[in-house]
């Protein structure tokens, strides 16, 4: 069968996208599932951070199962039972079963994101051809979250909460028929099927315990003990991980990987830019709302442009990372991503969307389209074939801690800032205003420090050059060349 990538690249990115728009759909369903499911106010937080907290704590071991067991065989596995979850989360009435699912979601999508990301990485060469799919990757994950949050107003207010669950059910039948059919297997990849299983437990409980640990800190703060405790097992655990690879004969996670200096820089860049990016998505939302005073559905429509804008810019990028090279892109993309949420931090109370929000939209957009490509490109550049299930799932892991990072600090700035405002006597408007103008300052000086990064550790490759001058391709993409 004639190998269609095409086919692969759009089948790999619904896979994706179920993942994406699912960890943001539920949010403006939370007042109706709270009422339908008598939830109380101490475990609603729970329908967020049981998923989070699975999606986060076991993309590692997602993306080794999808390098050791057949990268197709674990993709329609995850795409299955997180279908299967879904389905069972539209017809509960039990409040703790439904948490209870939202952790098995969250479980199947961890090893569903990684497994897709390795399957593109091994489809498409490196160079051009892995660009342009990168490309629509990147517009997936940046787009797919702001459309997310449309379609759940448009299915909460019109179809009810459960139709934001029971929608997986058939794009998740139809891209495993499709996978199954036109995705070829790869279960030979890897040299050995051996799975460091005490790497995978001390890696993902210590990734648990600090995704649990920043979600704590984003409600109670960093000095409270709860917090303090968690984050003291996670670096513990994650300690007794990296012993553990150093010795293992076939560690979960080579830490040769992080040789490749831009798989290194890589990451921590896309910590820092996707925190900063999650914190200032959910604090403009807050803002239009609980400061502008536009309803939920206007609210949604307000973000239209933003993934418009950005898979316009997205599929353009990777000619302009053939031509330019993705360091200057992403030098680029970072910088506009400071500008705009530097301008969000100077907005007012009575901003007007039109001359105000909008253009900020457009440049925080065109930035969000040329850095994620960019950044992923960074990230996965140099990694070999039996390793690519492991890239992935470092991308997507920085990803997630980062989001919980970002969200945990700007929340905790916010928070002070509302509080003492309250305390001074200020009203609820204006307090959240200052508060939301602190966490998009907090924001503007983590996408500061990504740039940081991208200018100093992030390298261009030089491949004609340094093949003519004898550098290996770890060289190349790395440090020592």
Not at 90 to 95: D, I, K
Not at 194 to 220: E, N, Q
């Amino acid at each position: 069968m004639k190998l269609n990538r095409t086919r692969i690249l759009m089948l790999l990115s619904l896979a994706q996208l179920l993942v994406v728009i699912d960890s943001v759909i539920v949010n403006l369903a939370l007042p109706a599932i709270k009422a339908d499911l008598h939830f109380d106010d101490a475990s609603l937080q729970w329908v967020l951070t049981a998923y989070i907290l699975t999606f986060g704590g076991f993309l590692m071991i997602g993306g080794r199962l999808a390098d050791l067991y057949g990268r197709r065989r674990i993709l329609t596995l995850g795409i299955a039972g997180f279908a299967l979850c879904s389905l069972l989360l539209g017809l509960t009435r039990s409040a703790v079963l439904f948490i209870v699912l939202r952790a098995l979601e969250g479980l199947a999508a961890a090893v569903m994101s990684p497994a897709a990301l390795s399957i593109l990485l091994t489809s498409y060469e490196e160079g051009d051809e892995r660009n342009r799919a990168l490309s629509v990757w990147s517009v997936v994950i940046s787009g797919g979250a702001a459309f997310g949050v449309i379609l759940g107003g448009v299915l909460t207010q019109y179809a009810g909460w459960r139709w934001n669950f029971f929608i997986n059910v058939p794009i998740g039948l139809f891209a495993i028929f499709g996978i199954l059919k036109w995705v070829p297997a790869h279960d030979q990849e890897a040299q050995d099927r051996h799975l460091d299983l005490p790497g995978a437990i001390w890696v993902t409980g210590g990734l648990v315990a600090l995704v649990y640990a920043l979600t704590l800190a984003s409600r109670s703060g960093w000095g409270d003990s709860s917090t303090l405790i968690l984050l003291l097992v996670s670096l513990v655990l994650l300690g007794i991980f990296l012993f553990n690879e150093a010795r293992s004969k076939h560690p979960l996670m080579p830490l040769s990987i992080f040789r490749i200096r831009n798989v290194s820089g890589g990451n921590l860049m896309m910590l820092l830019l996707v925190g900063a990016s999650i914190g200032t998505g959910f604090f403009m939302s807050l803002y239009i709302q609980n400061v502008l005073r536009y309803s939920p559905s206007i609210s949604g429509l307000s973000f239209l442009p933003i993934p418009i804008i950005i898979g316009v810019i997205s599929t353009r990028a990777p000619r302009l990372i053939e031509r330019f090279g993705f360091k200057l892109l992403l030098v680029i993309g970072t910088a506009f991503m400071a500008l705009a949420v530097s301008l969000m931090s100077l907005l007012r109370t009575d901003a007007n969307y039109l001359t105000q929000l909008f253009p900020i939209f457009v440049i925080l957009a065109v930035g969000d389209g040329l850095a994620f490509v960019a950044g992923t490109v960074a990230a996965t550049t140099g990694v070999r074939d039996e390793e690519a299930g492991l890239a992935s799932g470092l991308v997507n892991t920085s990803q997630q801690v980062g989001g919980a990072l970002g969200l945990a600090v700007l929340a905790q700035a916010a928070n002070v800032v509302i509080s003492s405002s309250l305390a001074a006597g200020q009203s609820q408007i204006q307090a959240n205003w200052q508060g939301y103008q602190q966490a998009f300052f907090y924001a503007a000086i983590m996408l500061v420090v990504a740039l940081i990064v991208t200018v100093l550790v992030i390298r261009a490759p030089r491949t004609a050059a340094a093949s003519e001058g004898g550098c290996t391709e770890s060289q190349v993409y790395g440090v020592d060349c």
